[in-house]
């Protein structure tokens, strides 16, 4: 299906045929034809029972770093996303979501994307393209502690790592997939997943042109996914990512791996919290390089009352310093800083050193601050920098929302420096 918008079109009247069967009244012989449910009533039915939802985002961002010759960006954008999910009728559902991101002013003070199609090349980077796009059209099943979907759907694991949906970025990404979660035995979680299409969040309009800032990859996929809770004081996971991707084979990586994440009480009011893992990639489908790289993530923590803090390190290795770990379907904004220095992982690897603090201010303002030292894991050549990441929310009633985030990137060894800013309200319903 090489138009993304083929799937959707395809899919739609399944899920419409979902939704008014999920409407029809049982089977009653005693009923004559004239007492049954017209069609309108039924549409009626359906339209009442089932749920809408609304989230919009507006949002501005500025983005200036000390690449010569570049200016400054500065979006302001607003993401508008609506969509229907039927009741649910004997196990089938269904679901229809639209999604809208338009630059107020327009898109002439910064660039849309990292690639050749991007708008403009003299502006830094704000990956927020213009564009409407259907973003969610599903079926599913849900029946003997199964959930199976077919279609266009948001879907992610863990701590987005591997499997992410870049929820920061305003143009949400969603997968063309089949996914099936198991819960059958007792607290065991089983899923999996095969992706045959990766719609990112460069959207529609930027095309299909082969790269990694292609708005859509064509995939043949395959996730595999299983947690076991009933551990101490945490969960025991392992997962199998075979990532086959067509418009960007030299990201086309086989991922194996384990961990083991969770919290323990020490006292009333103190929790420790701790995660270790480790992965394995190498090469797949039509890669052509000879790749084996490692990647691990160790994280301390603690929690007291109205204060946290940690410590973390996390590696993306390197095969001898000409490729590193790479994690094309992660939401990589929550990972080595969200200056987005590293969306692509360095030849060398990275070896990020973490330390975050963070505390509830009065009228339940959450502020949170992390620093990054990040170096290469093999091939020398100096540090890449270090950054300071610093966020504040605020929750405002059932519906609204407000975040200001800064993050400032001191670039070592020839990297620039890089300052960004952002300040949004957001309405969910």
Not at 270 to 295: G, K, M, S
Request: hydrophobic fraction near 40%.
């Amino acid at each position: 299906m090489k138009n993304p918008l083929n799937l959707a079109l395809w899919c739609a009247p399944l899920v419409m045929t979902c939704t008014l069967t999920a409407a029809e009244p049982a089977v009653n012989t005693g009923k004559s034809a004239q007492e049954a449910l017209s069609l309108e009533d039924r549409i009626g039915k359906v339209v009442s029972s089932g749920k809408i939802n609304l989230n919009t985002r507006l949002r501005y961002e500025n983005a200036d770093s000390t690449t010569p010759g570049i200016q400054s960006a500065n979006a302001i954008t607003f993401r508008t996303r609506l969509g229907y999910t039927t009741d649910n009728w004997n196990g089938l559902k269904g679901m229809i979501e639209f999604e809208n991101v338009s630059a107020l002013g327009g898109e002439d003070n910064y660039r849309n994307a990292p690639g050749p199609s991007a708008n403009v090349f003299d502006h830094d980077v704000v990956a927020d393209p213009e564009g409407t796009e259907v973003n969610q059209v599903w079926a599913g099943y849900e029946k003997w502690d199964n959930a199976l979907k077919f279609g266009r759907q948001n879907f992610t694991l863990d701590n987005h790592r591997f499997i992410g949906n870049v929820v920061w970025r305003q143009n949400l990404q969603t997968y063309d997939a089949v996914t099936l979660i198991n819960k059958s035995i007792e607290d065991l979680t089983a899923a999996y997943g095969y992706i045959f299409g990766v719609n990112r969040i460069f959207g529609p309009e930027l095309g299909d042109a082969a790269g990694p800032a292609d708005g859509r990859w064509q995939s043949n996929s395959h996730v595999f996914h299983l947690k076991y809770d009933k551990v101490p004081y945490g969960s025991l996971v392992g997962y199998a990512y075979l990532l086959d991707l067509d418009e960007a084979p030299a990201l086309s990586t086989s991922i194996y791996g384990l961990y083991y994440a969770g919290k323990a009480p020490l006292s009333d009011a103190f929790n420790l919290t701790y995660r270790a893992e480790f992965a394995y990639q190498t090469d797949y489908a039509d890669n052509a390089a000879d790749l084996n790289a490692e990647y691990i993530h160790l994280q301390l923590g603690g929690e007291y009352q109205r204060f946290s803090g940690g410590i973390g390190y996390e590696v993306l290795g390197s095969d001898n310093a000409a490729m590193g770990f790479t994690t094309p379907l992660s939401t990589l904004h929550a990972f080595q800083g969200w200056a987005d220095m590293f969306l692509t992982t360095p030849a060398g690897g990275i070896e990020d050193y973490q330390a975050w603090i963070g505390v509830k201010l009065p009228y339940e303002i959450p502020l949170k601050a992390i620093y990054h030292d990040l170096r290469p894991q093999e091939g020398g050549g100096g540090d890449y920098g270090n950054e300071l990441d610093i966020v504040a929310t605020r929750q405002f009633g059932k519906h609204f929302s407000g975040l200001v985030k800064y993050a400032y990137f001191n670039g070592e060894s020839g990297m620039v420096d890089v300052n960004k800013f952002w300040a949004q309200v957001e309405f969910a319903f």
